[in-house]
Nanobody, 114 residues
Framework: VQLQASGGGLVQAGGSLRLSCAAS????????VGWYRQAPGQQREVVAR???????DYADAVKGRFTISRDIRKNSLYLQMNSLKPEDTAIYYC?????????WGQGTLVTVSS
């Protein structure tokens, strides 16, 4: 099982990025999925997730700016990030919870300049 995250990069404050996470060796299906991030010197934190009952949930810091979605046919997970702020700078990881196991992508770096 591998999750491949992509789409990170350098963007100015106020800009947008769309992160993607592709799965191989497994399928996202309707399992719980999520995006997490880890800033330098900080612990990994949840950004957005979709539970197995399909309810999306967002961290307060990103509500109204980020949108999580998945495409079952493409077996992919996305995070649309708008109105980016310097404090959004972090490595972003995708996660799949399946059969009581956590699967993580390798992370993609998002840097937001002021």
């Amino acid at each position: 099982v591998q999750l491949q995250a992509s789409g990170g990069g350098l963007v100015q404050a106020g800009g947008s990025l769309r992160l993607s996470c592709a799965a191989s060796g497994t399928t996202f299906g309707l399992n719980a999925v999520g995006w997490y991030r880890q800033a330098p010197g900080q612990q990994r934190e949840v950004v957005a997730r979709i539970s197995s009952d399909r309810t999306p949930d967002y961290a307060d810091a990103v509500k109204g700016r980020f949108t999580i979605s998945r495409d079952i046919r493409k077996n992919s997970l996305y995070l649309q990030m708008n109105s980016l702020k310097p404090e959004d700078t972090a490595i972003y990881y995708c996660k799949l919870v399946k059969n009581r196991r956590d699967y993580w992508g390798q992370g993609t770096l998002v840097t937001v300049s002021s």
